[in-house]
């Protein structure tokens, strides 16, 4: 909860035709046949080339496209919140390296290109925001966070009462036992 709100305030950076262009001739990829641009793998999602968020926090990198290549669930999930080169080059899980990706040295070279493009950029929200704005945001979440606290304790006093009257709520509804006997004998 706490990290979808703090995502909440990273926009989204709609791609123009031009840089979408850029993007496929620097990771010389054929947008009609999209692969993964760390393995070539048949593209299935796009990556944030560096993670927007760590530990629950903003990084500063936004979603766009200069941070975002095209990428297969393999790879993303390999390489999680990771940097890039070192992971594309380490020997972890269905790592590029691990997995013996041909011609490895040269997606890295065109990779360095795309970071140098303008992945690095960042915005430091609380310069862009400024602190008051920041700090309303949180108490929203506090007071959120307070309700569904206030919620839950709710559901647990209804959730009990129920509990408690669950025999008398059942007998009313099947003939008691001597009622059956009674039955069984005189009918
Ligand atoms: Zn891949």
Known sequence: MRSAFARSLIPNVPPTQAELERAFALLKLDPDDLRCAYCGNPSTEWDHFFPVMRKGKPTGYLTRIQNLVPACSKCNQSKGNRNWLEWIQSSAPLSPRS??????????????????????????????????????????????????????????????????????????????????????IFS
């Open 99 to 184: 997995r013996g990706v041909r011609k490895l040295d040269r997606k890295i070279k065109y990779l360095k290109t795309y970071e140098a493009w303008g992945a690095t950029a960042t915005v430091d929200f609380s310069d862009v925001l400024g602190r008051s704005a920041l700090d309303q945001h949180s108490e929203y979440l506090d007071e959120i966070l307070a309700l569904m606290r206030q919620a839950d304790s709710h559901s647990k006093a209804l959730r009990s009462q129920v509990l408690e009257e669950l025999p008398l709520v059942i007998q009313e509804k099947r003939p008691s036992l001597w009622r059956r006997i009674w039955r069984w």
